[in-house]
């Protein structure tokens, strides 16, 4: 058993652990740093590659931004070139529903200084023309975020740290970390030990078990999502990207591999690398509906990725006792921070005062709601939950504006037959697209003269859609000289228009204005009910026209208003 | 405690039903509060809901602290032509 | 086989009492889309812009799109374009209701009426049968009375654009109304029609709109129409409080104009607002063709000395009325607007003009006895007084109905006028809203908004946010999203309300499967780009220079209160880029090579030679 003493013991050679070895040993500080495996076997080598401010928490952004700036220096710094292209993240939005949050979402980061902008679809293929305009609403859209190459990233601070004279024990799994009566922290492997004043726990997933020994319970989910890459590709874009609605990333890499996955998020309780060929092909299919031509491109490998993430979507960094230091729990964006969080810590460990940046990141915060159940963080369902981030309700309308709030229709004691049409001319705005829809429906085109329904005008402030009301006499159908109407499965008669003459009896005969003559077809027309789901009702935007179940009373209602202004249709 | 004023616009009235049209409300509240919690915990109106939060005619983030003799105006999305 | 379009363009001669019928040119069409290019394209190659607005040679035309009467959503939308008898530019007045569609189910693109008729007349359309009748009867009438009679006179369910008492006294306020209510408002159009003595054009057509791809139409317009209803600003404020919604807003954000432009706040805000209209004299929403958001407003004020009824008043109308004047009386400044809509006069030129003359009273330039009454700010009653004399051309009256820049000249105090190339500024103000400080200048048909409503970017956040103050990209985004677009939307005869919903884009998608024409979104960009040309060689063909690229030196000096006190219009530092960007030499005309990517060769010796 051997045993080493150092100022600071960092167990974790990923990006976070790595840079703070560095920024430790170009203070003198004497360091040593243990890991499990290798160096960025976790998941800082694991990464989508991402270094962006945008899509943030708000408490995250000052900590983003604070590290993207030392982006541009980092390969002369570092001496080893990390492919770092600052060509902006897109943040695609796919679906409506998620247009107006972003909007308010980019309007937030905005907010805290952040140039991040919301582009619509036209001014997002204008910067990225290889994207497929069908499958896009718009993006947010950062310009000085970008990517890099993630092992490059964590190796070429791992060097430097060497270099520096930080010390290594590799494959070298940390089994616990004791207080002792010295003061000092032991840390025991199986084949070694070491003793520091100081332990910065840098573990990823794998600094749960050592936080619950030392009696923290960390609150930590593993989330695992898989990647992949394809072959060398002409350039596609320079961009990193992200999707609103789903976990899907993608970007180009510097010899012209897309690199991409996401949108396959998994919860787990241990740290599984795994891949499976249903999720793969769910991330292809979807990058295939984003970007032009990618379906040809041949896949070239693939692995699985870990994002150790806590229940707001940032990171803890805070002194669990008066030894160790954790930060872990990045939650995925601990490529793109870990630069600056590396000096901050580096700070901490040296001065003992919590710098101000990592104030926000307190492991206090989760007092008291830990069971609360929670979303896995980089999904954006996550930042959408986080209390700053504006959604704007769709369709809030105003309580106070009387005509704005379509009743709540109560389904009658005693429903009599089939669900019909019902008029509200409360609710009508007189915009016709009941005439529309029908029309396209039932014409394929707005037939002017064929009308099954049409809005009429009593007044200037009073509108309805005169239509058939389905009532059960059956005038019309008694009348027909010719069987040239029959009852349809949903109740409503119907014609059948090889029979029909074109006679108008029916039109008479009927005393609510429900059939109409079609002048191009030489017959009439009438009100079919659509198979059970009536075009009007689909598309009328206020709920003038529903389609239900009513009872005899308000059958008879119905007919009363049809009747009353059955006149009007004639200038309308 | 500083005093502030507050004017709910369009459909946030339905918040304080009471008010009349542009009616500005005087509130006491601890100093430093910002915008979010001067929503989220005084005036209880979801943030998400907020799509112009005006202080003294100028549109602001939520985590603004407010000072006395602050006028604050807020309105959800309109728009107009 | 025409698709989207009908292809028949109907040409109406009122000297000779001829009418013809041509075909429309799928060349020209896929130019200039329909609408404001179609149009604009039209009286180009009509009429010699150096000409006299007001002589028998400019044509009236009015011009559909092809989305319009599609029953996509919100197609609902004409145009009157001609030259502006107001401005001397080229004008684009654009209305809504069921006129529109009414003219494609007719079966036409576009009419074009030339001449001059000796005695009142009115056009009736029924189908393919057009008539020139008298109008004796109708003349004096208001508009909806007009409507009314003609019901009777032609097909109940007939549907009808028309001009008020202000169109037949050839006030340079007036403009052309449909449906009773609804103006196609600015640059004077009314006053051409009232010229050519054409009182009214109903119509009454029972065709359709023929698709090409009826399948990919329905599937693009139908998502567009679930997209609008699932909008809070389309589907939620705009259906609740209208435009008017905005008037507390800019008012808060010390942007909205009062007293002429003396100031950017307005005290008496909150009495006009949204709020108070919904709260006060709002009977019902109403919409026009296929529109889900159903943003007008049918009001009456029941009580008091300002008891009136009909649509409206609209957020410009509310402040061109209320707070440009000093007015903080909902009811007064909805009575103001009814009677502009009686008479058929633009309510922002209207208000503009008496505003303009308030203050040259209350500065001393305009005497009492000239006006037979004391005309200041916040005088209620003056205003209303003032705005029905405008109607009826009464009095003092007589002045004020040739619109706020001849007022101001008049009585030797051309400063005082708040507009560009004789057309007065809207709501928004310029001290504030530096891309609307650029727009306003540049429009081409004078000071108006809607060609480039940069509020959407500078407030909104549509497309993007780009605050007021700032002044970084400012010439870029007025000309390509907004100017350009604008020209574009304009021309599809969809309505610009939609794009707080939908993108342009989206707008483009409809384009291809309505027509079959080579449609798309590039060359949309084009299309928007060569009809802002255009328009813009039209303009300097009639005697407009950069000089003219100019706002009043009042709104370049500093705000003197407000929240943004000490803002002001920065207009010169823009002009420059602004030309670059669009391809004009420095004196803002484009060049040759410009007009030659647009294909607009053509007009390069005929501007040169002038």
């Given at each position: 058993?051997a045993?080493?003493?150092a100022?600071?013991?960092?167990?974790?050679?990923?990006?976070?652990?790595?840079?703070?070895a560095?920024?430790?040993?170009?203070?003198?500080?004497?360091?040593?740093?243990?890991?499990?495996?290798?160096?960025?076997?976790?998941?800082?080598?694991?990464?989508g590659?991402?270094v962006?401010?945008?899509?943030?928490?708000?408490?995250?952004?000052?900590?983003?931004?604070?590290?993207?700036?030392?982006?541009?220096?980092?390969?002369?710094?570092?001496?080893?070139?990390?492919?770092?292209?600052?060509?902006?993240?897109?943040?695609?939005?796919?679906?409506?529903?998620?247009?107006?949050?972003?909007?308010?979402?980019?309007?937030?980061?905005q907010?805290?200084?952040?140039?991040?902008?919301?582009?619509?679809?036209?001014?997002?293929?204008?910067?990225?023309?290889?994207?497929?305009?069908?499958?896009?609403?718009?993006?947010?859209?950062?310009?000085?975020?970008?990517?890099?190459?993630p092992?490059?990233?964590?190796?070429?601070?791992y060097?430097?740290?060497?270099?520096?004279?930080?010390?290594?024990?590799?494959?070298?799994?940390?089994?616990?970390?004791?207080?002792?009566?010295?003061?000092?922290?032991?840390?025991?492997?199986?084949?070694?030990?070491?003793?520091?004043?100081?332990?910065?726990?840098a573990?990823?997933?794998?600094?749960?078990?050592?936080?619950y020994q030392?009696?923290?319970?960390?609150?930590?989910?593993n989330?695992?999502?898989?990647?992949?890459?394809?072959?060398?590709?002409?350039?596609?874009?320079?961009?990193?990207?992200?999707?609103?609605?789903?976990?899907?990333?993608?970007?180009?890499?510097?010899?012209?591999?897309?690199?991409?996955?996401g949108?396959?998020?998994?919860?787990?309780?241990?740290?599984?690398?795994?891949?499976?060929?249903?999720?793969?092909?769910?991330?292809?299919?979807?990058?295939?509906?984003?970007?032009?031509?990618?379906?040809?491109?041949?896949?070239?490998?693939?692995?699985?990725?870990?994002?150790?993430?806590?229940?707001?979507?940032?990171?803890?960094?805070?002194?669990?006792?008066?030894?160790?230091?954790?930060?872990?729990?990045?939650?995925?964006?601990?490529?793109?921070?870990?630069?600056?969080?590396?000096?901050?810590?580096?700070?901490?460990?040296?001065n003992?005062?919590?710098?101000?940046?990592?104030?926000?990141?307190?492991?206090?915060?989760?007092?008291?709601?830990?069971?609360t159940?929670?979303?896995?963080?980089?999904?954006?369902?996550?930042?959408?939950?986080?209390?700053?981030t504006?959604?704007?309700?769709?369709?809030?309308?105003?309580a106070?504006?009387p005509?704005?709030?379509?009743?709540?229709?109560?389904?009658?004691d005693?429903?009599?037959?089939?669900p019909?049409?019902?008029?509200?001319?409360?609710?009508?705005?007189g915009?016709?697209?009941?005439?529309?829809?029908?029309?396209?429906a039932?014409?394929?085109?707005t037939?002017?003269?064929?009308?099954?329904?049409?809005?009429?005008y009593?007044?200037?402030?009073?509108?309805?859609?005169?239509?058939?009301?389905?009532?059960?006499?059956?005038?019309?159908?008694?009348?027909?000289?010719?069987?040239?109407?029959?009852?349809?499965?949903?109740?409503?008669?119907?014609?059948?228009?090889?029979?029909c003459?074109?006679?108008?009896?029916?039109?008479?005969?009927?005393p609510?204005?429900?059939?109409?003559?079609s002048p191009?077809?030489?017959?009439v027309?009438?009100?079919?009910?659509?198979?059970?789901?009536?075009?009007?009702?689909?598309?009328?935007?206020?709920?003038?026209?529903?389609?239900?179940?009513?009872?005899?009373?308000?059958?008879?209602?119905?007919?009363?208003?049809?009747?009353?202004?059955?006149?009007?249709r004639a200038?309308? | 405690?500083?005093?502030?004023?507050?004017?709910?616009?369009?459909?946030?009235?339905?918040?304080?039903?009471s008010?009349?049209?542009?009616?500005?409300?005087?509130?006491?509240?601890?100093?430093?509060?910002?915008?979010?919690?001067?929503?989220?915990?005084?005036?209880?109106?979801?943030?998400?809901?907020?799509?112009?939060?005006?202080?003294?005619?100028?549109?602001?983030?939520?985590?603004?602290?407010?000072v006395?003799?602050?006028?604050?105006?807020?309105?959800?999305?309109?728009?107009?032509g | 086989?025409?698709?989207?379009?009908?292809?028949?363009?109907?040409?109406?001669?009122?000297?000779?009492?001829?009418?013809?019928?041509?075909?429309?040119?799928?060349?020209?069409?896929?130019?200039?889309?329909?609408?404001?290019?179609?149009?604009s394209?039209?009286?180009?190659?009509?009429?010699d812009?150096?000409?006299?607005?007001?002589?028998?040679?400019?044509p009236?035309?009015?011009?559909?799109?092809?989305?319009?009467?599609?029953?996509?959503?919100?197609?609902?939308?004409?145009?009157?374009?001609?030259?502006?008898?107001?401005?001397?530019?080229?004008?684009?007045?654009?209305?809504g209701?069921?006129?529109?569609?009414?003219?494609?189910?007719?079966?036409?693109?576009?009419?074009?009426?030339?001449?001059?008729?000796?005695e009142?007349?009115?056009?009736?359309?029924?189908?393919?049968?057009?008539?020139?009748?008298?109008?004796?009867?109708?003349?004096?009438?208001?508009?909806?009375?007009?409507?009314?009679?003609?019901?009777?006179?032609?097909?109940?369910?007939?549907?009808?654009?028309?001009?008020?008492?202000?169109?037949?006294?050839?006030?340079?306020?007036?403009?052309?109304?449909?449906?009773?209510?609804?103006?196609?408002?600015r640059?004077?159009?009314?006053?051409?029609?009232?010229?050519?003595?054409?009182?009214?054009?109903?119509?009454h057509?029972?065709?359709?709109?023929?698709?090409?791809?009826?399948?990919?139409?329905?599937?693009?317009?139908?998502?567009?129409?679930?997209?609008?209803?699932?909008?809070?600003?389309s589907?939620?404020?705009?259906?609740?409080?209208?435009?008017?919604?905005?008037?507390?807003?800019?008012?808060?954000?010390?942007?909205?104009?009062?007293?002429?432009?003396?100031?950017?706040?307005?005290?008496?805000?909150?009495?006009?607002?949204?709020?108070?209209?919904?709260?006060?004299i709002?009977?019902?929403n109403?919409?026009?063709?296929?529109?889900?958001?159903?943003?007008?407003?049918?009001?009456?004020?029941?009580?008091?000395?300002?008891?009136?009824?009909?649509?409206?008043?609209?957020?410009?109308s509310?402040?061109?009325?209320?707070?440009?004047?000093?007015?903080?009386?909902?009811?007064?400044?909805?009575?103001?607007?009814?009677?502009?809509?009686?008479?058929?006069?633009?309510?922002?030129?209207?208000g503009?003009?008496?505003?303009?003359?308030?203050?040259?009273?209350e500065?001393?330039?305009?005497?009492?006895?000239?006006?037979?009454?004391?005309?200041?700010?916040?005088?209620a009653?003056?205003?209303?007084?003032?705005?029905?004399?405008?109607?009826?051309?009464?009095?003092?009256?007589?002045?004020?109905?040739?619109?706020?820049?001849?007022?101001?000249?008049?009585?030797?105090?051309?400063e005082?006028?708040?507009?560009?190339?004789?057309l007065?500024?809207?709501?928004?103000?310029?001290?504030?809203?530096?891309?609307?400080?650029?727009?306003y200048?540049?429009?081409?048909?004078?000071?108006?908004?809607?060609?480039?409503?940069?509020?959407?970017?500078?407030?909104?956040?549509?497309?993007?946010?780009?605050?007021?103050?700032?002044?970084?990209q400012?010439?870029?985004?007025v000309r390509?999203?907004?100017?350009?677009?604008?020209?574009?939307?304009?021309?599809?005869?969809i309505?610009?309300?939609?794009?707080?919903?939908?993108?342009?884009?989206?707008?483009?998608?409809?384009?291809?499967?309505?027509?079959?024409?080579?449609?798309?979104?590039?060359?949309?960009?084009?299309?928007?780009?060569?009809?802002?040309?255009?328009?813009?060689?039209?303009?300097?063909?009639?005697?407009f220079?950069?000089?003219?690229?100019?706002?009043?030196?009042?709104?370049?000096?500093?705000?003197?209160?407000?929240?943004?006190?000490?803002?002001?219009?920065?207009?010169?530092?823009?002009l420059?880029?602004?030309?670059?960007?669009?391809?004009?030499?420095?004196?803002?005309r484009?060049?040759?090579?410009?007009?030659?990517?647009?294909?607009?060769?053509?007009?390069?010796?005929?501007?040169?030679?002038?």
């Amino acid at each position: 058993m051997a045993h080493h003493q150092a100022d600071v013991i960092i167990i974790g050679g990923g990006i976070v652990g790595c840079t703070t070895a560095y920024q430790l040993t170009r203070a003198g500080v004497d360091v040593l740093l243990l890991d499990r495996d290798g160096i960025g076997s976790g998941a800082s080598g694991r990464s989508g590659g991402g270094v962006r401010q945008s899509a943030r928490v708000s408490e995250e952004i000052p900590l983003a931004k604070a590290s993207v700036a030392l982006f541009p220096d980092l390969s002369d710094e570092l001496g080893v070139d990390i492919e770092y292209v600052q060509a902006g993240n897109l943040r695609v939005v796919e679906s409506l529903d998620y247009r107006r949050a972003m909007q308010v979402d980019v309007a937030r980061q905005q907010s805290h200084g952040l140039d991040v902008s919301w582009l619509e679809v036209a001014d997002v293929l204008e910067l990225v023309p290889t994207l497929r305009w069908q499958s896009i609403i718009g993006a947010s859209y950062c310009p000085d975020d970008g990517h890099c190459n993630p092992l490059r990233l964590v190796t070429g601070f791992y060097n430097k740290a060497i270099e520096g004279g930080t010390r290594v024990l590799l494959n070298c799994e940390v089994q616990n970390i004791v207080q002792k009566d010295s003061g000092l922290a032991e840390v025991e492997t199986p084949a070694h030990t070491a003793t520091a004043p100081v332990v910065v726990l840098a573990a990823g997933f794998g600094s749960q078990k050592l936080c619950y020994q030392i009696g923290y319970d960390l609150p930590l989910a593993n989330v695992r999502y898989e990647s992949m890459i394809t072959e060398p590709l002409p350039p596609l874009f320079r961009q990193m990207f992200g999707v609103a609605s789903s976990d899907l990333f993608f970007r180009q890499t510097a010899n012209g591999g897309v690199h991409f996955g996401g949108g396959i998020l998994e919860e787990t309780g241990q740290e599984d690398t795994h891949t499976t060929s249903s999720n793969l092909q769910l991330a292809v299919a979807h990058i295939s509906k984003l970007v032009s031509d990618l379906e040809k491109a041949k896949l070239l490998r693939t692995w699985g990725g870990l994002d150790p993430s806590t229940p707001d979507g940032m990171p803890i960094i805070d002194f669990l006792n008066e030894n160790v230091l954790l930060a872990s729990g990045f939650c995925g964006h601990g490529l793109a921070t870990g630069p600056i969080v590396g000096q901050y810590l580096a700070q901490w460990v040296q001065n003992g005062v919590c710098p101000e940046a990592l104030a926000p990141f307190n492991r206090n915060r989760f007092d008291g709601w830990l069971q609360t159940k929670w979303t896995p963080s980089g999904s954006v369902a996550a930042v959408l939950a986080t209390e700053d981030t504006q959604i704007a309700g769709a369709g809030e309308l105003d309580a106070r504006v009387p005509f704005m709030t379509p009743p709540k229709y109560e389904e009658p004691d005693e429903p009599s037959g089939q669900p019909k049409l019902a008029v509200n001319p409360q609710m009508c705005t007189g915009c016709r697209m009941c005439e529309v829809a029908c029309s396209i429906a039932h014409e394929q085109e707005t037939a002017q003269a064929q009308l099954r329904i049409q809005v009429v005008y009593p007044s200037d402030d009073y509108f309805l859609p005169i239509v058939c009301i389905h009532c059960e006499e059956r005038h019309c159908l008694k009348v027909c000289p010719h069987e040239a109407m029959q009852v349809n499965e949903q109740g409503a008669v119907s014609i059948i228009r090889e029979n029909c003459t074109s006679c108008m009896e029916c039109i008479f005969a009927c005393p609510t204005g429900g059939v109409t003559h079609s002048p191009a077809k030489s017959a009439v027309v009438k009100c079919d009910l659509c198979d059970g789901d009536p075009a009007c009702v689909r598309y009328c935007p206020t709920e003038a026209i529903t389609f239900r179940h009513i009872d005899a009373a308000a059958s008879d209602e119905l007919a009363t208003l049809m009747t009353t202004h059955l006149p009007s249709r004639a200038a309308r | 405690m500083i005093e502030v004023t507050v004017t709910l616009n369009a459909g946030l009235r339905h918040y304080r039903s009471s008010l009349d049209v542009g009616e500005v409300m005087p509130l006491h509240i601890p100093s430093g509060t910002n915008l979010r919690e001067l929503l989220t915990q005084i005036l209880q109106i979801p943030p998400n809901q907020v799509a112009f939060p005006m202080v003294n005619g100028i549109k602001c983030a939520l985590d603004q602290p407010l000072v006395a003799g602050d006028r604050v105006a807020l309105w959800p999305p309109v728009a107009g032509g | 086989m025409y698709y989207g379009y009908t292809g028949n363009i109907l040409r109406v001669d009122l000297g000779t009492g001829t009418v013809s019928r041509e075909l429309l040119e799928l060349q020209m069409a896929e130019d200039f889309i329909g609408g404001r290019g179609l149009a604009s394209r039209l009286l180009c190659q009509e009429f010699d812009p150096a000409a006299d607005a007001l002589s028998p040679e400019n044509p009236l035309i009015f011009g559909t799109g092809p989305l319009t009467g599609t029953g996509a959503p919100a197609t609902s939308r004409y145009v009157v374009v001609c030259k502006a008898p107001l401005t001397g530019t080229i004008a684009c007045s654009n209305s809504g209701g069921f006129f529109g569609p009414e003219l494609k189910f007719a079966g036409y693109d576009a009419l074009i009426i030339q001449g001059e008729s000796a005695e009142p007349v009115y056009l009736w359309i029924d189908n393919r049968t057009v008539q020139i009748r008298p109008a004796e009867s109708l003349w004096g009438k208001f508009p909806t009375e007009t409507e009314s009679a003609l019901r009777s006179l032609t097909h109940p369910s007939a549907k009808v654009a028309c001009i008020g008492p202000g169109g037949e006294n050839l006030s340079l306020l007036a403009g052309v109304v449909n449906d009773g209510y609804r103006l196609a408002a600015r640059s004077g159009v009314g006053a051409l029609m009232g010229k050519k003595k054409l009182k009214a054009i109903a119509v009454h057509g029972t065709g359709s709109v023929s698709l090409q791809d009826p399948q990919q139409f329905w599937k693009a317009a139908l998502d567009m129409h679930q997209k609008i209803t699932a909008d809070p600003v389309s589907f939620g404020s705009f259906r609740a409080y209208g435009t008017a919604s905005l008037v507390s807003l800019i008012n808060e954000m010390g942007a909205y104009p009062t007293r002429n432009f003396q100031s950017d706040t307005f005290e008496g805000a909150a009495h006009t607002s949204g709020e108070a209209l919904v709260d006060g004299i709002l009977q019902r929403n109403r919409a026009c063709f296929a529109c889900p958001i159903a943003c007008t407003r049918v009001s009456e004020v029941k009580e008091g000395p300002y008891q009136g009824r009909g649509e409206g008043p609209e957020y410009e109308s509310i402040w061109a009325l209320g707070a440009l004047c000093g007015v903080a009386d909902l009811a007064a400044v909805s009575k103001a607007n009814f009677i502009c809509g009686d008479y058929g006069i633009d309510t922002i030129s209207t208000g503009a003009t008496i505003a303009c003359a308030m203050e040259l009273f209350e500065k001393g330039a305009l005497p009492e006895q000239e006006l037979g009454f004391p005309l200041r700010f916040g005088d209620a009653a003056a205003l209303v007084r003032a705005v029905e004399m405008t109607g009826k051309r009464e009095g003092f009256g007589d002045v004020l109905a040739d619109g706020s820049y001849r007022l101001a000249v008049r009585y030797g105090h051309p400063e005082f006028f708040m507009g560009a190339k004789k057309l007065e500024m809207s709501a928004y103000s310029p001290r504030v809203f530096q891309g609307m400080a650029l727009q306003y200048a540049t429009s081409n048909r004078g000071a108006c908004h809607v060609r480039g409503n940069t509020v959407a970017a500078e407030l909104y956040g549509i497309p993007r946010y780009l605050p007021p103050e700032a002044l970084e990209q400012k010439e870029e985004m007025v000309r390509r999203p907004f100017q350009n677009s604008t020209a574009f939307v304009d021309s599809t005869g969809i309505c610009l309300f939609t794009k707080f919903a939908i993108t342009h884009r989206e707008i483009c998608a409809l384009l291809a499967p309505a027509t079959g024409l080579d449609f798309n979104f590039d060359r949309s960009i084009e299309q928007g780009d060569r009809i802002w040309n255009l328009e813009r060689m039209f303009n300097l063909r009639a005697g407009f220079t950069c000089e003219d690229d100019r706002l009043p030196q009042r709104v370049s000096e500093p705000a003197v209160d407000g929240p943004r006190a000490g803002s002001r219009a920065i207009l010169q530092e823009h002009l420059q880029t602004y030309y670059l960007l669009r391809g004009w030499d420095e004196s803002g005309r484009p060049t040759r090579a410009k007009l030659e990517e647009l294909g607009l060769e053509d007009w390069w010796g005929v501007c040169n030679d002038a």
